[in-house]
């Protein structure tokens, strides 16, 4: 066989695991990526294990523990991360929202984003700016697509007072990948939280968020990463997480005391969480 004929034998395999393809060529996973077959059973028999064994107490919760961080370290390897930086969550959009509400907004602060975000990012800003009277404004960056050098128009938008930007890795609307790495070195040397929509390019992109150096990365599996609706998370960079208040506070992310009481926040990314135990273990 030459190489050509082993790889189409291996793509021809791996598109078989996925129903969706049988009848169909599909481009939408920007929107909804299709799932593989073993990732719709898994999730079948979890959730016929659970009602065999609970479907609520110590048994279940025993054996959800180590599901759930299995998932979490999955997704850790993935993208190169300690698995204390992810946060489980539902998909970009609230991966997005606990990065913008968690920060420690004052009246006058400057927000800057790109001219290619998201309208779920862009209405998020709009309300900061509305409670807490930030500015927020906008850096050309459409333009860029052919020419130019989107680093050195973020560098010319920042200000002394640019607490965070926003930008997209890869652009919905023209697939352009930006150049985080020199671009989180530019936010950081201007003491500027840098938070990523990564909507288009986990899955896509091989990433190691480690290196990339940027604060905060809002992912989804539910579309390159080929995984179900619901499933999502957020990386914080291990330095900001300090700064990085909670918004969502629930009981999985919280120390309690003996008295059930909340003492303090557990000390990584399970802070940021309010998931069912059940959704946090389908995650994996
Ligand atoms: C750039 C970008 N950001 C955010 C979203 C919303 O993603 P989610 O459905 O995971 O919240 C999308 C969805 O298409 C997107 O393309």
Redesign the pocket.
């Given at each position: 066989m030459t190489s050509i004929s082993v790889a189409q034998t291996k793509l021809h395999s791996h598109r078989e695991q996925f129903p969706a393809l049988a009848n169909k060529t599909y481009f939408n996973y920007?929107?909804q990526g299709p799932m593989p077959q073993r990732a719709m059973d898994a999730i079948a028999q979890t959730q016929a294990y659970v009602q065999q064994i609970g479907p609520f107490g110590n048994e279940a919760y025993r054996w959800i523990a180590p599901q759930t961080q299995a998932a979490r370290e999955a997704i850790a390897s993935e993208l190169y991360a300690p698995s204390e930086t992810i946060t489980l969550t539902q998909?970009?959009?609230?991966g997005?929202n606990i990065a913008m509400w968690g920060i420690d907004w004052h009246s006058g602060d400057h927000l800057l984003l790109s001219d290619c975000?998201?309208p779920?990012?862009i209405a998020t800003t709009q309300e900061i700016a509305r409670r807490f009277a930030v500015e927020v404004t906008t850096c050309p960056l459409k333009a860029t697509l052919n020419e130019g050098d989107p680093v050195t128009i973020i560098a010319q938008h920042l200000r002394p007072n640019t607490r965070l930007v926003i930008l997209?890795h890869v652009f919905?609307n023209t697939g352009q990948v930006l150049p985080l790495d020199k671009i989180a070195e530019v936010c950081r040397n201007n003491h500027s939280f840098l938070l990523i929509?990564a909507?288009?390019s986990a899955g896509l992109l091989p990433l190691n968020l480690t290196e990339l150096g940027v604060d905060f990365y809002a992912f989804?599996g539910?579309?390159w990463l080929c995984g179900p609706a619901g499933a999502?998370g957020l990386y914080v960079r291990p330095e900001a997480r300090e700064s990085l208040k909670p918004t969502f506070i629930g009981l999985n992310g919280i120390v309690v005391d003996n008295q059930s009481q909340p003492v303090d926040w557990l000390p990584d990314g399970r802070r940021y969480e309010c998931l069912h135990w059940l959704i946090r273990c389908i995650l994996g």
């Amino acid at each position: 066989m030459t190489s050509i004929s082993v790889a189409q034998t291996k793509l021809h395999s791996h598109r078989e695991q996925f129903p969706a393809l049988a009848n169909k060529t599909y481009f939408n996973y920007g929107g909804q990526g299709p799932m593989p077959q073993r990732a719709m059973d898994a999730i079948a028999q979890t959730q016929a294990y659970v009602q065999q064994i609970g479907p609520f107490g110590n048994e279940a919760y025993r054996w959800i523990a180590p599901q759930t961080q299995a998932a979490r370290e999955a997704i850790a390897s993935e993208l190169y991360a300690p698995s204390e930086t992810i946060t489980l969550t539902q998909n970009v959009t609230v991966g997005c929202n606990i990065a913008m509400w968690g920060i420690d907004w004052h009246s006058g602060d400057h927000l800057l984003l790109s001219d290619c975000e998201h309208p779920g990012v862009i209405a998020t800003t709009q309300e900061i700016a509305r409670r807490f009277a930030v500015e927020v404004t906008t850096c050309p960056l459409k333009a860029t697509l052919n020419e130019g050098d989107p680093v050195t128009i973020i560098a010319q938008h920042l200000r002394p007072n640019t607490r965070l930007v926003i930008l997209s890795h890869v652009f919905w609307n023209t697939g352009q990948v930006l150049p985080l790495d020199k671009i989180a070195e530019v936010c950081r040397n201007n003491h500027s939280f840098l938070l990523i929509d990564a909507a288009q390019s986990a899955g896509l992109l091989p990433l190691n968020l480690t290196e990339l150096g940027v604060d905060f990365y809002a992912f989804t599996g539910h579309k390159w990463l080929c995984g179900p609706a619901g499933a999502g998370g957020l990386y914080v960079r291990p330095e900001a997480r300090e700064s990085l208040k909670p918004t969502f506070i629930g009981l999985n992310g919280i120390v309690v005391d003996n008295q059930s009481q909340p003492v303090d926040w557990l000390p990584d990314g399970r802070r940021y969480e309010c998931l069912h135990w059940l959704i946090r273990c389908i995650l994996g």
